[in-house]
């Protein structure tokens, strides 16, 4: 099942839709960097493809960074 949460990027609110384990996963790679969790989505979100859905990029960004 999705977790949806909110959260405001580059002075915008958005919502986000994930499994519980990417947003665990993404926790997780953020405390490693130092960094809090709306910290990391920002910078992740600054840097895809504009096509790239951002939820998608999440998703991408966790599975290459777990490995």
């Not at 384990?21 to 989505?41: D, N, Q, R, Y």
């Amino acid at each position: 099942m999705l977790e949806k949460r909110s959260l405001s990027l580059s002075g915008h609110r958005t919502s986000i839709a994930l499994e519980p384990e990417f947003w665990a996963a993404l926790a997780a790679l953020a405390e490693g960097e130092g960094m809090t969790l709306v910290a990391l989505i920002t910078r992740l979100d600054a840097t895809r493809a504009p096509e790239q859905k951002l939820a998608s990029a999440l998703r991408v960004f966790a599975l290459h960074a777990g490995k």
